[in-house]
């Protein structure tokens, strides 16, 4: 008995044994198969081109296949296989896409990339006459001209104290104190309307009233949709002697005479940050109140329970959720820091300020179309190119450092 | 006996024999669980209602000096002078409208703006969709350097210089076109597309490739409409830009009265004031009151200036919370 029944076993081993190795050599035969197969297709698909689409789909699956099984293409034809789908059925199909990409870069080139050739400019004394290839070459003596480094070194001489010099230095040169204006107003703004931004997100999702809550977002959007010459006339008229600025001062008799606030330079800054506030909080609200939106609900279910109030679940829930986005589009916004330097400098400024409300891109209106000093507008235009660039990998890698989601 | 949150559900499934509490009765309690902490302690009617205080004060700061501007501008002229309007006109008038539309560069200026938001709009959209329906096809051959290429315009730019002499270079300076050609890619937009458009499925490009469609077809076909609500959104962006434009107007067309715009123009009116205002701190009030534009007329110029948006922008507001989500997280 005891022998019958390992005979038994026995040949049922050897029948599982077998069986495995037929299945193995057909296997092999398969990959083998698909592996001619795949030649033959790619042959194919080489002398027909026209409808080379369902074939180049083929080939690539069978590709696909063949490297599964282990058959006997390697990586290297694989890609040559995966290449030569792309360069024959693919080119012809895609002649439209090319096509119309080819007249975007052109587009491209002429108006984004072409005018970075105008950099040369600013190493030159650039004549409209003369034109870009035959004005004379001077390096770096526009910059020089720009930032005045005498002043800076004479002012460390005499001082022989780096901050000392460095006052003296924005004080007298005009460009450094534009550099100044520029990165102290933006980041001022920056940081403010940030703030405002989340504060009025988090507050906002907290009203329970969605009546409320819908008028007060729609209403809140409103400023984003004016322009600032609206905006800044708004702002003008509500500072003026007979504003409401004024009138409310006088009421509580915090000034007996209108106080006129564009004549004091220590108000300009604010009075920017205001405006910047003023036009976009609800604006920059909108990504924050759908990342809020976005937060699993069970995760305040469970703060509840661990006896969080209002206040821990904001701090503990709401913020953490939408940190990510603060720091994209904190990264983002840096970049544009150098830009925000504009619109309502030039419409707010006037003589009485200027030593704080110039920026570079006033600077360059100045020099650039009002003297027509294209060279020096040119440099000026560089220099701010350069810093936000700077500005924007610095901030990338320090976001990335801290493991958060970073541009690239 | 205090009775706390287990005690209650444990006798509740008791009282169904034990038995595991069905979806319904579990909504029961989570519902009352939620009543329970919703339940505010003085210390959460007191946030409730600085909350409330708040955003009401947010919003009459918003809403005010829009209100006060339109109160000031149905003010009769002289009479806005002494100031002291808050929230309805005090003299009643319409003559400011009147005057406004009597000023020859604010009617050529509406005009201009309508003509350029109109057709800014519709090639900036045209274009841009394009440009991102070919970056965003996934077996385009040149998909991630054609994006490149347009992510680097976002950060790089040659600066105002540059730009203006290569304007004056093409002969777009002095003419409509300068509004139009120069702007009509916008880096970001096309970024908001294309995210849009990736996440579209393949099939239906697939499907309809085996159907025999080419790429033109399937853009204008089935991915256009598909992409209705970013197309909208990206509509609304670009035709408030053109519509707020000013200083391209100043830079390029000062010279040009026929090419003038309505911001360009209500700049010129609220200038006049400023500057006077400036100088008018050196005792040259003579002068002053020669170009002071009464300010009434200034705010019914605002006014006719800003109507158009406000009445367009509250019916598109689910378009553009899509669009800058979109665009400002993944952009």
Same mark, same amino acid.
């Given at each position: 008995m005891a022998n019958e029944a390992d005979q038994i076993v026995n040949t049922e081993e050897a029948a599982v044994e077998n069986e495995i190795n037929a299945e193995a050599e057909t296997m092999e035969t398969a990959a083998e198969a698909i592996a001619e197969n795949v030649e033959t297709v790619t042959e194919a698909a080489e002398s027909t081109e026209g409808n080379a689409i369902d074939e180049a789909y083929e080939v690539e699956n069978y590709a696909k296949e063949a490297y599964e099984h282990k058959s006997t293409l390697d990586d290297k034809q694989i890609k040559a296989l995966s290449k030569k789908r792309i360069s024959k059925g693919e080119l012809k199909r895609q002649w439209i896409l090319l096509l119309i990409g080819f007249i975007f870069v052109l587009y491209g080139l002429l108006f984004y990339y072409l005018p970075l050739g105008g950099w040369i400019m600013a190493f030159q004394n650039y004549k409209l006459k003369t034109g870009l290839l035959h004005s004379k070459f001077v390096g770096f003596d526009k910059f020089k001209f720009m930032f005045e480094f005498d002043v800076f070194e004479w002012g460390m001489e005499t001082t022989g104290n780096f901050f000392k010099a460095m006052k003296i230095w924005i004080d007298k040169v005009v460009f450094v104190r534009t550099i100044r204006n520029t990165i102290g107003m933006g980041i001022l703004n920056l940081v403010t309307t940030f703030i405002m931004a989340i504060v009025f997100a988090i507050l906002l999702n907290e009203v329970r009233n969605k009546l409320g809550k819908r008028l007060v977002q729609t209403i809140s959007y409103l400023p984003h949709f004016l322009s600032w010459i609206i905006v800044c006339g708004i702002v003008h008229d509500s500072l003026s002697s007979t504003g409401i600025v004024n009138d409310i001062l006088r009421l509580f008799h915090i000034v007996d005479d209108s106080y006129n606030f564009f004549a004091h330079p220590a108000w300009f800054w604010p009075i920017v940050a205001f405006a910047n506030v003023w036009k976009e909080t609800g604006w920059n609200a909108i990504i924050y109140l759908a990342a809020i939106t976005a937060i699993d609900p069970s995760l305040y279910e469970a703060a509840e329970i661990d006896g969080a109030g209002r206040w821990g679940k904001i701090r503990y829930i709401t913020l953490p959720s939408i940190a990510p986005t603060i720091v994209i589009l904190l990264v983002m916004n840096i970049g544009n820091l150098l830009n925000c330097g504009f619109e309502v400098q030039y419409l707010l400024g006037n003589g009485l300020v200027q030593d704080v409300s110039q920026t570079i891109d006033i600077y360059v209106l100045n020099w650039g179309v009002g003297q027509m000093d294209y060279s020096l507008g040119t440099a000026a235009g560089i220099f701010k190119s350069l810093v936000a660039i700077l500005l924007i990998v610095i901030f990338n890698t320090v976001a990335k450092k801290m493991g958060q989601e970073s541009l690239f | 006996m205090k009775i706390k949150k287990d005690d209650f559900a444990l006798n509740y499934t008791n009282s169904h024999g034990g038995e595991k509490m069905s979806d319904e009765e579990l909504k029961t309690i989570k519902r009352m669980a939620r009543k329970n902490s919703r339940k505010m302690d003085g210390w959460g009617w007191a946030f409730v209602i600085c909350n409330t205080i708040f955003l009401i004060g947010f919003t009459i700061i918003t809403l005010y000096p829009v209100w006060n501007t339109v109160a000031y501008s149905f003010n009769d002229g002289l009479d806005a002078l002494r100031g002291g309007i808050y929230f309805w006109p005090r003299k009643f008038s319409t003559e400011s409208y009147v005057k406004v539309l009597n000023i020859q560069g604010f009617l050529v200026g509406a005009k201009i703006t309508v003509l350029r938001t109109v057709l800014g709009t519709l090639t900036s959209l045209i274009a841009n969709a394009l440009l991102a329906f070919v970056i965003s +096809?996934? +077996?385009?051959?040149f998909r991630s350097s054609l994006s490149l290429f347009w992510v680097i315009t976002m950060y790089v730019n040659g600066g105002l210089i540059p730009v203006m002499l290569l304007f004056r270079y093409l002969h777009? @300076?002095? @003419?409509?076109w300068v509004y139009i050609v120069p702007g009509m890619i916008s880096a970001f937009n096309v970024m908001v597309l294309r995210t849009y458009m990736e996440d579209l499925p393949d099939e239906l490009e697939e499907s309809a490739q085996l159907d025999g469609a080419g790429y033109i077809t399937i853009f204008i076909k089935i991915i256009s409409p598909l992409c209705k609500p970013v197309y909208a959104t990206i509509a609304l962006f670009v035709a408030v830009w053109q519509w707020n434009s000013w200083f391209d107007a100043m830079l390029y067309n000062r010279m040009k009265t026929e090419y003038t715009t309505l911001q360009y123009e209500l700049m010129k009116l609220l200038n006049s004031v400023t500057q006077t205002s400036g100088s008018a701190n050196g005792n040259n009030t003579t002068t002053a009151a020669k170009q002071v534009t009464p300010v009434s007329v200034r705010s019914a110029a605002t006014v006719v200036t800003m109507v158009p948006i406000i009445c367009i922008y509250p019916f598109l507001q689910r378009y553009f919370v899509t669009g800058l989500t979109i665009g400002g997280v993944k952009g």
């Amino acid at each position: 008995m005891a022998n019958e029944a390992d005979q038994i076993v026995n040949t049922e081993e050897a029948a599982v044994e077998n069986e495995i190795n037929a299945e193995a050599e057909t296997m092999e035969t398969a990959a083998e198969a698909i592996a001619e197969n795949v030649e033959t297709v790619t042959e194919a698909a080489e002398s027909t081109e026209g409808n080379a689409i369902d074939e180049a789909y083929e080939v690539e699956n069978y590709a696909k296949e063949a490297y599964e099984h282990k058959s006997t293409l390697d990586d290297k034809q694989i890609k040559a296989l995966s290449k030569k789908r792309i360069s024959k059925g693919e080119l012809k199909r895609q002649w439209i896409l090319l096509l119309i990409g080819f007249i975007f870069v052109l587009y491209g080139l002429l108006f984004y990339y072409l005018p970075l050739g105008g950099w040369i400019m600013a190493f030159q004394n650039y004549k409209l006459k003369t034109g870009l290839l035959h004005s004379k070459f001077v390096g770096f003596d526009k910059f020089k001209f720009m930032f005045e480094f005498d002043v800076f070194e004479w002012g460390m001489e005499t001082t022989g104290n780096f901050f000392k010099a460095m006052k003296i230095w924005i004080d007298k040169v005009v460009f450094v104190r534009t550099i100044r204006n520029t990165i102290g107003m933006g980041i001022l703004n920056l940081v403010t309307t940030f703030i405002m931004a989340i504060v009025f997100a988090i507050l906002l999702n907290e009203v329970r009233n969605k009546l409320g809550k819908r008028l007060v977002q729609t209403i809140s959007y409103l400023p984003h949709f004016l322009s600032w010459i609206i905006v800044c006339g708004i702002v003008h008229d509500s500072l003026s002697s007979t504003g409401i600025v004024n009138d409310i001062l006088r009421l509580f008799h915090i000034v007996d005479d209108s106080y006129n606030f564009f004549a004091h330079p220590a108000w300009f800054w604010p009075i920017v940050a205001f405006a910047n506030v003023w036009k976009e909080t609800g604006w920059n609200a909108i990504i924050y109140l759908a990342a809020i939106t976005a937060i699993d609900p069970s995760l305040y279910e469970a703060a509840e329970i661990d006896g969080a109030g209002r206040w821990g679940k904001i701090r503990y829930i709401t913020l953490p959720s939408i940190a990510p986005t603060i720091v994209i589009l904190l990264v983002m916004n840096i970049g544009n820091l150098l830009n925000c330097g504009f619109e309502v400098q030039y419409l707010l400024g006037n003589g009485l300020v200027q030593d704080v409300s110039q920026t570079i891109d006033i600077y360059v209106l100045n020099w650039g179309v009002g003297q027509m000093d294209y060279s020096l507008g040119t440099a000026a235009g560089i220099f701010k190119s350069l810093v936000a660039i700077l500005l924007i990998v610095i901030f990338n890698t320090v976001a990335k450092k801290m493991g958060q989601e970073s541009l690239f | 006996m205090k009775i706390k949150k287990d005690d209650f559900a444990l006798n509740y499934t008791n009282s169904h024999g034990g038995e595991k509490m069905s979806d319904e009765e579990l909504k029961t309690i989570k519902r009352m669980a939620r009543k329970n902490s919703r339940k505010m302690d003085g210390w959460g009617w007191a946030f409730v209602i600085c909350n409330t205080i708040f955003l009401i004060g947010f919003t009459i700061i918003t809403l005010y000096p829009v209100w006060n501007t339109v109160a000031y501008s149905f003010n009769d002229g002289l009479d806005a002078l002494r100031g002291g309007i808050y929230f309805w006109p005090r003299k009643f008038s319409t003559e400011s409208y009147v005057k406004v539309l009597n000023i020859q560069g604010f009617l050529v200026g509406a005009k201009i703006t309508v003509l350029r938001t109109v057709l800014g709009t519709l090639t900036s959209l045209i274009a841009n969709a394009l440009l991102a329906f070919v970056i965003s +096809r996934k +077996r385009f051959l040149f998909r991630s350097s054609l994006s490149l290429f347009w992510v680097i315009t976002m950060y790089v730019n040659g600066g105002l210089i540059p730009v203006m002499l290569l304007f004056r270079y093409l002969h777009l @300076t002095g @003419t409509f076109w300068v509004y139009i050609v120069p702007g009509m890619i916008s880096a970001f937009n096309v970024m908001v597309l294309r995210t849009y458009m990736e996440d579209l499925p393949d099939e239906l490009e697939e499907s309809a490739q085996l159907d025999g469609a080419g790429y033109i077809t399937i853009f204008i076909k089935i991915i256009s409409p598909l992409c209705k609500p970013v197309y909208a959104t990206i509509a609304l962006f670009v035709a408030v830009w053109q519509w707020n434009s000013w200083f391209d107007a100043m830079l390029y067309n000062r010279m040009k009265t026929e090419y003038t715009t309505l911001q360009y123009e209500l700049m010129k009116l609220l200038n006049s004031v400023t500057q006077t205002s400036g100088s008018a701190n050196g005792n040259n009030t003579t002068t002053a009151a020669k170009q002071v534009t009464p300010v009434s007329v200034r705010s019914a110029a605002t006014v006719v200036t800003m109507v158009p948006i406000i009445c367009i922008y509250p019916f598109l507001q689910r378009y553009f919370v899509t669009g800058l989500t979109i665009g400002g997280v993944k952009g």
